[in-house]
């Protein structure tokens, strides 16, 4: 039972246009919500979070957006650049189970020149 | 300076043998983790240590063996190797169980071929 999903396994996007990430969940207990991006051969790397108690969290050119009632959140890279090719997994924290994190499949990012 | 570094990166071997992974991280953190990544690309917890104690085991056989000898090393041991063993395993690392955001820092992963 996948608890965290990315519908999309992959996005094409020109270079200076917005990237939106889509991540859906369906446990209501989640309380942070984190994204990650992931180079080939790396390890995954923080990106951005957000409470559950907030709709809107923005750090430079990354927004990441949470709509409790649609369990849905989506990441929006503004603009999108060619070092932003990477795969981007959507990652959720249950309370008190240890910081445990439930990823997503990932979505694969392609930004073009 | 790597945060977290796994050893080996690359281990091909056959099914029924025993291997390990071993892990360390220098950014002081006290707990400690273990995902698999699936041919499917899912990242799933394994193990979660805190302070060498084991404080999350997900379901994971008995062939899998986490040791930590101190809070700065997390070692996988894996007997009895089998096909869908193959995977790419991640360490990770945190500061305290409940931290605000819940940030885990990984490492870059040692793939896992079993013949």
């Known amino acids: 039972d996948q608890q965290v999903k990315q519908n999309s396994p992959s996005l094409s996007v020109q270079e200076g246009r917005i990237s939106i990430l889509n991540c859906d969940y369906t446990n209501s207990m989640f309380d942070y919500f984190l994204w990650y991006k992931k180079y080939p051969a790396e390890g995954p790397t923080f990106l951005i979070s957000i409470s559950s108690i907030k709709d809107k969290n923005e750090d430079g050119r990354f927004t990441v957006f949470l709509n409790k009632s649609a369990k849905h959140l989506s990441l929006h890279i503004v603009p999108s650049q060619p070092g932003d090719s990477a795969v981007y997994f959507c990652?959720?924290?249950?309370?008190?189970?240890?910081?445990?994190?439930?990823f997503g499949g990932g979505t694969r990012l392609m930004v073009k020149p | 300076d790597t945060a977290v570094s796994q050893t080996p990166k690359y281990l091909v071997t056959q099914m029924g043998n025993d291997k390990s992974i071993k892990c360390e991280q220098n950014?002081?953190?006290?707990?400690m983790y273990w995902y698999k990544q699936d041919s499917k690309k899912f990242l799933k917890i394994m193990f979660s240590?805190?302070?060498?104690?084991?404080?999350i085991n997900e379901t994971v056989p008995n062939r899998f063996s986490p040791k930590s000898p101190d809070k700065a090393h997390l070692n996988l041991h894996i007997n009895s190797l089998e096909l869908g063993d193959s995977a790419v395993y991640f360490c990770?690392?945190?500061?305290?169980?409940?931290?605000?955001?819940?940030?885990?820092?990984f490492g870059e992963g040692s793939r896992l071929t079993v013949l």
């Open positions: 990652a959720a924290r249950r309370p008190n189970a240890g910081n445990m994190l439930t």
């Open positions: 950014l002081g953190h006290d707990t």
């Open positions: 240590y805190n302070n060498k104690e084991l404080i």
């Open positions: 990770a690392s945190s500061q305290g169980v409940g931290g605000p955001t819940g940030e885990l820092f």
